[in-house]
């Protein structure tokens, strides 16, 4: 037992060593001058659903130096870094621990290195940006409860979730469920009529939504009903009547269905690359898919130029990201939805 407690404080102490390490980089990796601002002259005719969008699955993750499990095998640069690269969709565990409160990371003690472990320091490190952009294109924060394994269930802290994430983003840089459902009954009926804002009325914001299907989800209903009042998107289905966001994981075998969702007006995320499973020869064929398929944001382990790796997945033509091939009218051009000129 003391031998297991040893190396358990000593994976911690790793821990903490590796993040105040990431963020000592992230600090140096900041621009010193904001970007200039720039005109978007279709802004106010161009939708949220008209862009494609890279995306990282895992967003906080550091490879844990002590750990040999392949699927674990990668790191992500800090979430201010990504964004300055070009990645717009972001993805965080969370657990809620006793003491400490929602923290992020992936499992805990064998892959719990994270670049950011609190989940408001999280969310402060994308308000930072964000403000220093204040014309990006809305990003999507994934929040995904991986509370499996912990005493306390994510399913009993909604009010300190929201409460979290309302302490650092302003209500009003949100994107709610409620203005994008309107004056219609459900969200997917304002969705699949009028769609989705326009450009104009989304940049400079972030729109959140639960990536769980399960208790989670089902308590988050109970407490508002069709979405009504609630500050977060949840996971959903095209039949769902509350349907908005949805993933739709893997763009070969769901092609046609995420073709169709796209088609319909609803925001898919999907999945390309992802440590490290897959042979180097299938990773542009799994991009690629997801590109043809039209998914809005494709999520990746492998966002920048890997060592070794005669690879790098980016959107074609993307400043940093691009017209959806599906939706978007032949007008659109890829400094429409953001430009980074």
């Known amino acids: ?34 970007p200039k601002p720039h005109y978007y002259p279709n802004d106010e005719v161009l939708r949220y659903n008209y862009i494609q969008a890279k995306g990282t699955h895992n967003s906080y993750h550091v490879k844990n130096p002590i750990s040999d499990i392949p699927e674990h095998q990668y790191s992500h640069k800090p979430f201010d870094v990504q964004l300055t690269n070009g990645v717009r969709q972001l993805e965080m565990d969370l657990h809620y621990i006793e003491g400490k409160g929602l923290m992020v990371y992936h499992i805990p003690i064998i892959d719990e290195v994270s670049t950011c472990p609190y989940f ?48 650092v983003f302003p209500k ?33 914001r972030v729109i959140f939504n639960v990536d769980e299907k399960g208790s989670f989800r089902d308590r988050y209903l109970e407490t508002y009903p069709e979405l009504a009042g609630a500050l977060l998107f949840i996971d959903s289905s095209p039949s ?15 092609g046609a269905a995420i073709t169709s969702a796209v088609k319909a007006g609803f925001i898919v995320r999907t999945m390309a690359a992802n440590c490290c499973d897959e042979v180097e020869e299938n990773y542009k064929t799994t991009w690629d898919t997801a590109l043809e398929v039209g998914a809005h944001f494709i999520s990746t382990d492998f966002p920048d130029p890997i060592e070794g790796m005669d690879y790098c997945e980016i959107i074609p033509d993307g400043a940093p990201s691009r017209c959806n091939p599906l939706t978007a009218p032949a007008f659109c051009t890829p400094k429409d939805i953001e430009n980074w000129e």
């Open 120 to 167: 408001k320091d999280c969310l402060a490190t994308i308000k930072r940006w964000s403000d220093w952009h204040p014309d990006h294109q809305a990003l999507l924060l994934f929040l995904e409860m991986k509370d499996d394994v912990d005493q306390i269930k994510l399913e009993t802290k909604i009010p300190e979730i929201e409460a979290e994430i309302l302490s």
């Open 172 to 204: 009003e840089r949100i994107i709610t469920p409620d203005e994008v459902r309107g004056d219609y009954d459900t969200l997917a009926e304002a969705i699949t009529t009028t769609g989705w804002p326009t450009l104009a009325k989304t940049r400079g």
């Open 240 to 254: 769902d009547s509350f349907a908005g966001i949805m993933p739709m994981n893997d763009p070969i075998n769901d």
């Open 1 to 34: 037992m003391k031998k297991m407690g040893f190396f358990k404080e000593h994976n911690r102490r790793l821990f903490y060593l590796a993040s105040a390490l990431l963020v000592i980089a992230a600090c140096k990796n900041n621009e010193s001058e904001p």
